[in-house]
């Protein structure tokens, strides 16, 4: 054995390293390998949050769209085809991907496939029973939802009265039993000024904190969504007070791109088997139910013109002055305005908003605002 | 060690990329990334092999030394049982 093959110094070990994690998603760009992925078990929910994007809660879900959704079977089918194209982090989602009667099943077949696997949830029938079933099948951890600090201002969002206590029950059940949870909150004009309490109230409960104020349309074309998106003032409020710490540094690197990782290292599965770049840009790239993932994957035209894509297409961005704050999102931008390269005026806004937090706190402690 | 057979953790989520396998912890706390023997040697603790038949399996495919390749495989499991990667079954 040479030294670069022996099994005593085979093992690379740097827990929690982000520098190893960014090593793989290089890799997995690399070779096209769709590292994480989520699955829509199905467009249900329990509750009828007013930014939902799956589709207009004011009214029901009708029985087509029910009746078309992935079965069981098809399921296990896109895990297994999932496995064996080389996905590692595997999240389901919703609706509400806890109303699926055979979640904790998906849940332990994706184990046997050796999954990391997360459940997005709104966290409002996380009983400490289904919170046991789920950590005896192994979850990794729970994404869950929360949308203000106190119960009128959640449930005037989710419009279910009692979903604010059930959810934050459903937290302290998935803390209890150890299962690591990450609150994620969209920051929106009605709960701007309690994202502070918010935050405290996650970290205080040995939570991950996920802060967006980013809003898309829905998949069935209406925008009554973005009604809610947090104003300017607002967001200046948050940047500079409660998430002045968490802002990334402007990256002012020229060449610093505008793309993520959809449909490289990165795919989305809809409830009714199309498969996306991302879950977040729904654009149809083929169905699982005429073709196999590792087909879809390799050939599908949209897929492969969003792999084409150099900065020089992102026309609008490319010599934009503040796309070194920029948080952009192409399945964002794309869902609001049809255009997967262009720009979207919220999340300009966004930007510069950023950069004048950044270079208010640079040049307060240097001078120099840069 | 010799006499029992060799498993992956329960806990332990891996897949082979790029031809060397990756580990990552349930929690997440740890990841692994191995090099092409030791994704083999991963391979193997399939749970139908003891050290020893993984060591004669290692020494085939990769033209080594008996005591080497044996002396290596149980440095990698104790470390890896250590870690709660593997575990043993008598
Ligand atoms: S919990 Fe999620 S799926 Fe349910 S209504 Fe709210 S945003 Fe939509
Ligand atoms: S701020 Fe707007 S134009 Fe500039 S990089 Fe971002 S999305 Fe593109």
Not at chain 1, 180 to 208: F, K, L, W
Not at chain 1, 247 to 274: E, H, M, W, Y
Request: glycine share 6%; with cysteine.
């Amino acid at each position: 054995m040479t030294t670069t093959t022996q099994p005593s110094e085979a093992t690379v070990q740097e827990p929690s390293s982000h520098r190893l994690f960014a090593k793989l998603v290089r890799t997995a760009d690399r070779q096209n390998i769709p590292l994480t992925a989520s699955i829509e078990l199905t467009q249900r929910c329990n509750l009828a949050c007013v930014h939902c994007y799956n589709f207009d809660r004011s009214r029901p879900l009708s029985r087509d769209s029910l009746a078309q959704e992935l079965q069981p079977s098809e399921i296990y089918d896109i895990i297994d085809q999932l496995a064996e194209a080389g996905c590692l982090f595997l999240s389901f989602t919703g609706g509400e991907a806890l109303m699926h009667p055979h979640l904790n099943d998906f849940v332990v077949h994706a184990r046997s496939r050796h999954f990391v696997v997360k459940i997005k949830t709104n966290g409002a029938t996380l009983t400490e029973r289904k919170v046991g079933q789920l950590a005896a099948a192994q979850v990794a951890g729970f994404d869950i939802s929360l949308y203000g600090a106190d119960a009128s201002t959640h449930d005037a969002f989710t419009l279910v009265d009692g979903s604010f206590d059930r959810t934050m029950e459903g937290i302290r059940h998935a803390r209890r039993s150890g299962i690591p949870v990450r609150v994620n909150m969209c920051a929106t004009r009605h709960n701007a000024d309690q994202i502070e309490r918010m935050i405290e109230m996650a970290e205080s409960r040995g939570c991950g904190v996920g802060v967006t104020p980013f809003l898309t349309a829905r998949y069935d074309g209406t925008d009554s969504s973005l009604d809610h998106r947090v104003e300017r003032k607002q967001l200046e409020r948050i940047y500079s007070g409660p998430l002045r710490d968490f802002l990334p540094k402007p990256d002012f690197d020229p060449k610093r791109s505008v793309q993520c990782g959809c449909a490289r290292t990165n795919c989305g599965i809809s409830a009714t088997g199309d498969v996306y770049p991302c879950i977040g840009a729904p654009i149809p790239s083929g169905n699982l139910r005429r073709q196999s993932f590792a087909e879809i994957w390799k050939d599908s035209p949209e897929l492969n013109r969003i792999r084409r894509l150099e900065l020089e297409d992102f026309r609008s961005c490319v010599t934009c002055p503040t796309r070194p704050s920029c948080m952009r999102s192409s399945g964002v931008v794309y869902s609001n305005t049809g255009n997967y390269t262009g720009a979207e005026s919220f999340t300009c806004m966004d930007a510069e908003v950023r950069m004048a937090v950044h270079r208010e706190r640079t040049s307060a402690t240097s001078g120099d605002p840069e | 060690m010799t006499d029992a057979k060799i498993r992956h953790s329960e806990e332990v989520a891996f897949r082979v990329i790029d031809g060397s396998a990756v580990l990552v912890t349930s929690n997440e706390a740890a990841l692994y990334w191995l090099n092409p023997v030791a994704t083999r040697i991963w391979e193997l603790a399939d749970g139908s092999r003891r050290a020893t038949e993984i060591s004669d399996a290692i020494c085939e495919e990769f033209e080594v030394d008996g005591e080497r390749a044996l002396s290596d495989v149980n440095d990698m499991i104790a470390a890896f049982v250590e870690k709660q990667l593997l575990t043993q079954n008598a």
